[in-house]
């Protein structure tokens, strides 16, 4: 079954109605769906809808068949990863894998050692670009809830917000750091994990650009309670190493 999001002021009583002019198209044009279909369609809160298309015109109109709700999804986690933005187009396609691996939140990164400059204008035009990447790739791994993309942060601002992680996590290629699984195992069996039935703990992974973090960002995170930690022998590049990270922390909370 075909898979589309809607805002939660789509939504009146049992009825949603989908005016996305991109929706729209693919389910008029492209799926060539018609009246008496059936699709899937979930809100800004998580909750999941199995809709019958009652009426096709400048909009889609729905009909809810049937309502799962978020209460109960069992999320292990949420996860937030801030990226370094590295050379090319490489942004594009880690915003797709860290939304199929289920990232909740991304924060595209501006660091010391970030070589793309990017100014106000552009940075707008990237981020209407990387928010539709991220609903893409939601819409093809069928995911219930709407990952966040952040608009482009410094690694400054990153920091002042991360009072309230459970967890948070600097990868860097120098000094003292524990491995990955080692700092997973220390938290997932400590008592930063909550109380049963409480929300799901927050983790957040930085990742460095070409060139590593710098020194005076390393102290900073780790005044602000960061792990340092090391994601193996090999140098990763920045894709690499955002893929590799998420998908281990998502790996390891779902055991």
């Known amino acids: 079954m075909n898979k589309f999001f809607c805002r939660n002021s789509d939504i009146e009583a049992d009825k949603i109605i989908i005016?996305?002019?991109?929706?729209?198209?693919?389910?008029?044009?492209?799926?060539?769906?018609?009246?008496?279909?059936?699709?899937?369609?979930s809100d800004e809160?998580?909750?999941?809808?199995?809709?019958?298309?009652?009426?096709?015109?400048?909009?889609?109109?729905l009909v809810i068949k049937n309502i799962t709700p978020s209460v109960g999804r069992n999320q292990e986690i949420e996860l937030t990863v801030a990226v370094a933005i590295p050379k090319k187009a490489k942004i594009d396609d880690i915003i797709d894998k860290l939304v199929q691996l289920g990232v909740n939140r991304i924060i595209p990164l501006k660091t010391e050692r970030v070589i793309v400059k990017l100014d106000r204008q552009k940075e707008a035009g990237r981020?209407?670009?990387?928010k539709k990447i991220a609903l893409c790739a939601a819409k093809q791994c069928k995911r219930n809830d709407f990952p966040v993309i952040e608009p482009v942060a410094s690694f400054g601002e990153v920091i002042d917000k991360t009072a309230d992680f459970n967890l948070k996590l600097i990868p860097h290629l120098s000094g003292d750091r524990q491995s990955l699984k080692s700092a997973l195992n220390r938290f997932f069996s400590g008592e930063d994990m909550g109380s049963p039935g409480a929300s799901p703990p927050r983790i957040l992974v930085l990742i460095g650009p070409e060139g590593d973090f710098s020194e005076n960002e390393?102290?900073?995170?780790?005044?602000?309670?960061?792990?340092?930690?090391?994601?193996?022998?090999?140098v990763l590049r920045v894709d690499t190493a955002a893929i590799s990270a998420a998908g281990f922390i998502k790996l390891y909370a779902y055991r």
């Open 19 to 41: 005016s996305v002019k991109e929706d729209v198209h693919h389910i008029k044009n492209v799926l060539r769906l018609k009246a008496g279909k059936k699709i899937e369609v």
């Open 45 to 61: 809160s998580g909750n999941s809808y199995i809709c019958e298309i009652s009426r096709i015109d400048d909009n889609i109109h």
């Open 218 to 234: 390393v102290n900073l995170a780790l005044s602000a309670g960061f792990i340092p930690i090391t994601l193996g022998r090999s």
């Open 127 to 130: 981020f209407v670009r990387w």
